[in-house]
């Protein structure tokens, strides 16, 4: 392949402009197309780029000369695009979660595996420098518990609203952290979780969601994690990541690895600068090195297992759901 990857884009709402300009800074990647059924807000987007503009997914996919395709809309519609796309031999990007139905997404593994291109999902954390500190940290230690919290507000899109077609907020926004959990902690073998439905929402029936959702991750390795996230607290937003190990406590604070008490263990330095992860995939393509995919779809297809299995818990009334109840060949 030559170094220029000539790339697609479905979807160009506010995740795929800020995608596009990730990709603004690798010098191997051209914008080739771009689609949306807003029609003049893909106009608007591809006049930059001098690119082709569509409005049907699959029309583009079969029209256009490309190495690559960016899948940014949300969960509940990518009906076949993956499968089309791979059966084409594209290489693909397809931002978080990877689809809200978890037989789509098996699905569509099976059509990237088989047609053997390269994927990587949009988990961004896996690229940030302080949560790569934090990965090399965990390496080798021995995890007792961890906690995450992410409380904020509701994006502005009708379509997150509702939960039928977001899936919550656990799905669709804080699976970065539930991915950021598995990356350190192992698989996760089950799941239980609380949902606060109709509360805090109760007066504004265009919302779905929950407002507030409480999860309990079981891992493989008999290790435990708590996920508290909220969608309720308007404006702004804060966040918390915090793992028990022996005889310590180990947090995230910014781009730092804060162990309490200080000095029980030994913190790596920094992270040497690294491409972030638009670059990676285009390198990757560019130059058919995988180990620059940190998120494949086959791992991130996982990452949505586990929060599909909380909205089956707490839809069930905190039933433990297995993992294997959603991935059986896993």
């Given at each position: 392949?030559?170094?220029?990857?000539?790339?697609?884009?479905?979807?160009?709402?506010?995740?795929?402009?800020?995608?596009?300009?990730?990709?603004?800074?690798?010098?191997?990647?051209?914008?080739?197309?771009?689609?949306?059924?807003?029609?003049?807000?893909?106009?608007?987007?591809?006049?930059?780029?001098?690119?082709?503009?569509?409005?049907?997914?699959?029309?583009?996919?079969?029209?256009?000369?490309?190495?690559?395709?960016?899948?940014?809309?949300?969960?509940?519609?990518?009906?076949?695009?993956?499968?089309?796309?791979?059966?084409?031999?594209?290489?693909?990007?397809?931002?978080?979660?990877?689809?809200?139905?978890?037989?789509?997404?098996?699905?569509?593994?099976?059509?990237?595996?088989?047609?053997?291109?390269?994927?990587?999902?949009?988990?961004?954390?896996?690229?940030?420098?302080?949560?790569?500190?934090?990965?090399?940290?965990?390496?080798?230690?021995?995890?007792?518990?961890?906690?995450?919290?992410?409380?904020g507000g509701m994006p502005g899109v009708p379509w997150?609203?509702?939960?039928?077609?977001?899936?919550?907020?656990?799905?669709?926004?804080?699976?970065?952290?539930?991915?950021?959990?598995?990356?350190?902690?192992?698989?996760?073998?089950?799941?239980?979780?609380?949902?606060?439905?109709?509360?805090?929402?109760?007066?504004?029936?265009?919302?779905?969601?929950?407002?507030?959702?409480?999860?309990?991750?079981?891992?493989?390795?008999?290790?435990?994690?708590?996920?508290?996230?909220?969608?309720?607290?308007?404006?702004?937003?804060?966040?918390?990541?915090?793992?028990?190990?022996?005889?310590?406590?180990?947090?995230?604070?910014?781009?730092?690895?804060?162990?309490?008490?200080?000095?029980?263990?030994?913190?790596?330095?920094?992270?040497?600068?690294?491409?972030?992860?638009?670059?990676?995939?285009?390198?990757?393509?560019?130059?058919?090195?995988?180990?620059?995919?940190?998120?494949?779809?086959?791992?991130?297809?996982?990452?949505?297992?586990?929060?599909?299995?909380?909205?089956?818990?707490?839809?069930?009334?905190?039933?433990?759901?297995?993992?294997?109840?959603?991935?059986?060949?896993?």
């Open positions: 392949m030559s170094q220029t990857v000539r790339i697609g884009f479905i979807g160009t709402g506010g995740i795929a402009q800020a995608h596009l300009g990730g990709l603004k800074a690798v010098p191997e990647a051209e914008i080739v197309a771009l689609c949306d059924i807003d029609e003049a807000r893909v106009k608007a987007v591809a006049e930059p780029y001098g690119a082709s503009v569509y409005t049907d997914g699959a029309k583009l996919i079969e029209n256009e000369k490309l190495d690559a395709l960016y899948i940014c809309v949300p969960p509940h519609v990518h009906g076949d695009m993956e499968i089309r796309a791979a059966r084409k031999g594209l290489h693909l990007f397809v931002e978080k979660p990877v689809n809200l139905y978890m037989d789509k997404a098996i699905e569509a593994n099976k059509a990237i595996q088989e047609a053997g291109v390269m994927s990587q999902a949009g988990y961004v954390l896996r690229y940030f420098p302080g949560f790569m500190r934090m990965h090399e940290f965990l390496k080798g230690k021995e995890i007792g518990t961890a906690h995450v919290f992410r409380w997150w609203r509702r939960y039928e077609q977001a899936g919550g907020q656990l799905v669709e926004m804080t699976t970065h952290q539930v991915d950021f959990l598995r990356w350190c902690m192992g698989e996760a073998e089950s799941v239980a979780a609380s949902y606060s439905f109709n509360r805090l929402f109760r007066d504004d029936p265009s919302v779905s969601v929950p407002d507030s959702q409480a999860t309990l991750i079981r891992f493989e390795s008999g290790a435990s994690a708590t996920v508290s996230t909220s969608c309720v607290i308007g404006s702004g937003g804060m966040g918390g990541l915090d793992f028990v190990l022996k005889n310590a406590r180990a947090s995230l604070q910014g781009e730092n690895v804060v162990v309490d008490p200080e000095g029980t263990y030994e913190v790596p330095a920094p992270p040497a600068e690294t491409p972030g992860i638009d670059a990676s995939f285009v390198k990757a393509i560019a130059t058919g090195d995988r180990s620059l995919l940190k998120s494949p779809f086959e791992d991130a297809m996982k990452s949505l297992a586990v929060t599909l299995a909380a909205n089956r818990s707490a839809e069930e009334g905190g039933r433990m759901v297995k993992l294997e109840e959603l991935l059986p060949d896993s």
